[in-house]
């Protein structure tokens, strides 16, 4: 439903793939609530993604861009600043990549040079978007910034790996640098922390669908949706939310504050059979 809620706004989109991206979701919601925006992914992204076809239903420019690199955030915000006709009140950070995971290499037994690049990608980027955006002025008064996160940056979950500790400095990086731009500039920074959501990136952790059974079964509102964590961003970036920041938003029916509950207590299971090696040992990883 349209309330025009980002009327007259313009805002930078990072991380839209395919229609399975929350941030797919984000930039038709933003738009459908009266933004202006521009979209950004990796190059090799664009090229292999949909995010073509998303541009032209929205009639916004993509500006291909490694977030890892200050010079090609330097060129979004440089580019977006002047396509959208100044600097921009919002930005969607949803980006994140996790090879450790996808090698099925355990949480004790990680390669160095993939922890580099899961925290380069999916958290250090965040800072360094951040900064960029902060030198460049690209970014205006009351302005808001959110990046997509996970529980697992607090809490243990199986199969998340590396990526949790990726989720914990993002956070991080949300309180710290929101501290200063909102002194500075009353730019507001948050992190939602999504239900477990079928995209691209989460499927490549292990036992994901047991994963949204399990949550779904747990929150007493069901898993949020894709759609639904794109109204809730919208919400972020609009000027009902202007002064909350440096927060950390759970946005996942209250999976977060549930310990047991009777519908994933009545369907608890014993059998680890499909997580054990060849002796008989289970793989805590």
């Known amino acids: 439903m349209n309330y025009n809620l980002l009327k007259g706004k313009k805002g930078v989109i990072f991380g839209a793939l395919n229609e399975q991206s929350i941030a797919w979701k984000v930039a038709e919601k933003a738009v459908e609530q009266g933004a202006i925006i521009t979209l950004t992914n990796t ?15 929205l009639n916004c420019e993509i500006i291909p861009a490694d977030a890892t690199s200050v010079e090609d955030l330097q060129e979004v915000f440089r580019r977006s600043m002047e396509v959208l006709g100044g600097p921009v009140d919002f930005v969607l950070h949803s980006i994140g990549m996790l090879p450790n995971v996808r090698k099925r290499r355990t949480y004790d ?37 959110v990046a997509l996160s996970y529980v697992a940056a607090q809490r243990t979950f199986f199969g ?27 730019v507001r ?6 239900s477990p959501t079928p995209t691209t990136a989460g499927s490549g952790v292990k036992g994901m669908d047991k994963l949204m059974d399990f949550a779904d079964r747990m929150s007493p509102l069901g898993n949020a949706s894709a759609d639904e964590c794109a ?14 920041t440096m927060q ?3 946005h996942d029916g209250g999976f977060s504050s549930v310990g047991m509950s009777l519908r994933a207590m009545a369907t608890y299971q014993k059998g680890l059979e499909e997580y054990m090696d060849a002796e008989g040992n289970i793989i805590y990883g």
């Open 231 to 244: 109204d809730y961003c919208v919400m972020m970036f609009s000027d009902f939310t202007r002064k909350v």
């Open 160 to 186: 998340y790996n590396d990526m949790a500790d990726a989720k914990a400095l993002l956070e991080s990086i949300a309180r710290s640098f929101g501290y200063i731009y909102g002194r500075e500039k009353n």
């Open 189 to 194: 920074i948050n992190t939602i922390s999504q």
């Open 43 to 57: 190059p090799i992204a664009v090229r292999m993604g949909e995010v073509d076809e998303l541009s032209k239903k």
């Open 109 to 145: 037994d990680l390669d160095y040079d993939m922890l580099d690049k899961t925290l380069d990608i999916s958290a250090v980027s965040f800072h360094k978007m951040i900064q960029v955006a902060k030198k460049m002025n690209a970014v205006a008064e009351y302005g808001s910034i």
């Open 248 to 250: 950390n938003l759970f």
